[in-house]
């Protein structure tokens, strides 16, 4: 059975489902999105993906989608006619269709929006169990990583970049820092137990998973550094992971060939992983 997705208003058959080649989501990746985990048919995080939602439309000058008010009923809504138990939800909002020019339209054009199902269930990661190695590369993407653009082209470089050299991820790194990974925030637990992770600015994704680890290594009454840190610094770490709406809190065991820590997943990553599901299902919608 074929996904059913939504387009400009309508739920059709992904078959059915057209986008007109003059949209300048294809044109120009004029265009933002957001990732919903979904977990027991429940959305997890939605207010958060929507706030971030409207902080890139608003960065980008975009008008919001016509049915932006509508976009709980409509996910919840691609839950039950896909029959999603535990997968995610990808919504694109592009800023609509017009010739094409390097100018945006007049205020006022119709945007574009468009939302399909992924079921694939987040929580049998096997990196989980075995952890994930990493190679560092440069970070060559434009400078306002911040707003959550459908720009992907170089993290899809750096991600093939690792698969060649044998590994799961590319950890992004600019002026002798790592900023990110290339779908996902990083951290690394210093000897001393510390958790550390790169401030928020343009460099990085202002991670909606990054923002509620924050808020379990609070209840577990951890200490937290937001600052850069160096390949060297992670490579000498007890430990280091990732987040990201898909992944959750995912442990980092290899970079750049060297070991971190005992070189498997640690404690603390799965510790915080845990309450994060915990957590997550609490206000899950």
Not at 124 to 129: G, I, L, R, T
Request: hydrophobic letters at 40%.
């Amino acid at each position: 059975m074929s996904r059913i997705v939504f387009v400009n208003g309508e739920f059709v058959p992904e078959e059915e489902a057209k986008v007109s080649i003059f949209d300048r989501g294809f044109l120009m990746a004029d265009a933002v999105y957001e990732v919903t985990t979904v977990l027991e048919s429940k959305l997890i995080a939605f207010e958060g993906h929507m706030v971030r939602l409207a902080r890139s439309l608003g960065e980008l000058g975009m008008d919001k989608p016509e049915w932006m008010d509508d976009l709980l009923s409509i996910h919840k809504k691609l839950v039950s006619k896909n029959n999603l138990e535990n997968g995610m939800i990808y919504l694109q909002v592009s800023r609509g269709v017009a010739d094409r020019d390097f100018a945006y339209p007049a205020s006022g054009t119709p945007t574009s929006l468009v939302l399909f199902t992924q079921a694939k269930n987040p929580l049998d990661n096997p990196m989980y169990k075995t952890g994930a190695r990493v190679i560092t590369v440069p970070d060559q993407r434009w400078g306002r990583r911040d707003i959550k653009t459908t720009q992907l082209l170089y993290p899809s470089m750096a991600k093939m970049m690792a698969k060649e050299a044998g590994v799961d991820d590319a950890w992004l790194e600019e002026d002798g820092y790592i900023n990110e990974g290339t779908s996902n925030n990083t951290w690394i637990v210093t000897k001393d137990g510390k958790l550390v992770t790169r401030h928020l600015s343009t460099s990085i994704l202002h991670g909606i998973t990054r923002k509620a680890v924050l808020r379990c290594a609070e209840l577990l009454q951890m200490e937290v550094e937001e600052r850069p840190y160096t390949k060297e610094e992670a490579a000498n770490a007890s430990e280091a992971f990732f987040t990201s709406a898909s992944a959750f809190v995912c442990p980092v065991v290899e970079i750049d060939g060297h070991k971190i820590g005992e070189g498997v997943p640690g404690n603390v990553a799965a510790k915080l992983r845990e309450i994060y599901l915990e957590e997550s299902m609490k206000e899950a919608v």
